[in-house]
């Protein structure tokens, strides 16, 4: 009652603020002395907000029962209402008691807190993601591998890589679904034509059991080795081109293993099939008996 500065309040609303019926004065100076201290400002300027008609009366706050002196998160809804000339006259409303799911979400952000310092802390490339694909948390190694140099918390990946096709999408949703994906090696490509080789390790975790938070993606940038490699396979290409032409043939003993291996030319040379494995104590007998054989075997 805004007129009279009083409160009606049904039963269960006592045992929501833990107080007995015949010790509560019914004024709004009773409601104010059980909201905790660091809430009344705020629970008292929404409220005066909502009987001027700038918000609806919807807020959370906390209190603090009197009999032993245990804290308690209400969620609160109200409606107000005037009289013909349009003053406000009286609020209407609902009180529940939502200590129970605000500890659980203090306990899932305390949680999620600690597993973004885990990701920001890592020494390889970590990024954690919202089920929305929104960055929660990046590590050094992250921001170095993809020279990302802005702030990234918070928003999209696929704002942050565009180029990111709809193939790695549906593999993101698959492990939003529970799958876990991994990729020994794949090739990205950027929107300015440059490439990057990366192997990744992509998998869900979990808000609470059977629930899922977002994903946890795990990647390598393995491009110097992979160039290394192509390389490596060019150099062994021309090589073998040059053989080719010039029939050149190339052979290796492994002293180690006591094996011989030649190459396809060689192997031409020598007549023998593509398949053929040669053994280093009858290699010998391919040649000639004398001269020949001397000198390789001296050799």
Same mark, same amino acid.
């Not at 059980?34 to 918000?55: C, S, T």
């Not at 005037?82 to 979400?105: C, E, F």
């Not at 942050?160 to 096709?165: A, L, T």
């Given at each position: 009652?805004?007129?009279?500065?009083?409160?009606?309040?049904?039963?269960?609303?006592?045992?929501?603020?833990?107080?007995?019926?015949?010790?509560?004065?019914?004024?709004?100076?009773?409601?104010?002395?059980?909201?905790?201290?660091?809430?009344?400002?705020?629970?008292?300027?929404?409220?005066?907000?909502?009987? @001027?008609?700038?918000?609806?009366?919807? =807020?959370? +706050?906390?209190?603090?029962?009197? /009999?032993? #002196?245990? &804290?308690?998160?209400?969620?609160?809804?109200?409606?107000?209402?005037?009289?013909?000339?349009?003053?406000?006259?009286?609020?209407?409303?609902?009180?529940?008691?939502?200590?129970?799911?605000?500890?659980?979400?203090?306990?899932?952000?305390?949680?999620?807190?600690?597993?973004?310092?885990?990701?920001?802390?890592?020494?390889?490339?970590?990024?954690?993601?919202?089920?929305?694909?929104?960055?929660?948390?990046?590590?050094?190694?992250?921001?170095?591998?993809?020279?990302?140099?802005?702030?990234?918390?918070?928003?999209?990946?696929?704002?942050?890589?565009?180029?990111?096709?709809?193939?790695?999408?549906?593999?993101?949703?698959?492990?939003?679904?529970? @799958?876990?994906?991994?990729?020994?090696? =794949?090739? +990205?490509?950027?929107?300015?034509? /440059?490439? #990057?080789? &990366?192997?990744?390790?992509?998998?869900?975790?979990?808000?609470?059991?059977?629930?899922?938070?977002?994903?946890?993606?795990?990647?390598?940038?393995?491009?110097?080795?992979?160039?290394?490699?192509?390389?490596?396979?060019?150099?062994?290409?021309?090589?073998?081109?040059?053989?080719?032409?010039?029939?050149?043939?190339?052979?290796?003993?492994?002293?180690?293993?006591?094996?011989?291996?030649?190459?396809?030319?060689?192997?031409?040379?020598?007549?023998?099939?593509?398949?053929?494995?040669?053994?280093?104590?009858?290699?010998?007998?391919?040649?000639?008996?004398?001269?020949?054989?001397?000198?390789?075997?001296?050799?």
């Amino acid at each position: 009652d805004l007129v009279n500065n009083s409160l009606i309040w049904d039963e269960i609303m006592f045992k929501v603020f833990g107080i007995e019926k015949d010790a509560f004065s019914a004024n709004i100076d009773a409601w104010e002395s059980i909201v905790h201290p660091d809430d009344i400002e705020q629970a008292n300027k929404e409220m005066q907000m909502a009987i @001027a008609g700038e918000i609806e009366f919807d =807020t959370e +706050f906390r209190i603090i029962w009197p /009999s032993d #002196q245990s &804290i308690h998160f209400i969620r609160a809804k109200g409606q107000v209402y005037h009289d013909d000339s349009g003053n406000p006259v009286r609020m209407l409303g609902t009180n529940w008691d939502v200590t129970t799911q605000r500890l659980a979400q203090q306990e899932i952000e305390r949680s999620n807190q600690r597993n973004q310092i885990f990701v920001e802390q890592a020494p390889g490339a970590l990024a954690m993601f919202d089920k929305n694909m929104c960055y929660m948390a990046v590590s050094k190694q992250w921001s170095k591998d993809y020279n990302i140099t802005e702030k990234v918390i918070g928003k999209s990946h696929y704002e942050i890589f565009p180029e990111i096709g709809d193939d790695w999408k549906k593999i993101h949703q698959e492990c939003l679904k529970g @799958a876990t994906d991994q990729c020994d090696e =794949t090739v +990205f490509e950027y929107e300015d034509g /440059s490439k #990057q080789w &990366i192997t990744w390790d992509i998998r869900p975790w979990y808000v609470t059991e059977g629930t899922i938070g977002g994903l946890i993606i795990y990647t390598a940038d393995i491009t110097s080795i992979k160039q290394q490699d192509l390389e490596k396979r060019r150099i062994e290409e021309i090589l073998d081109k040059t053989n080719e032409v010039a029939r050149i043939g190339t052979w290796e003993v492994d002293l180690v293993a006591n094996s011989v291996s030649w190459s396809r030319i060689t192997k031409e040379i020598h007549e023998v099939p593509s398949d053929y494995q040669p053994d280093l104590t009858t290699a010998i007998d391919f040649f000639k008996v004398g001269e020949s054989r001397d000198c390789i075997q001296t050799a």
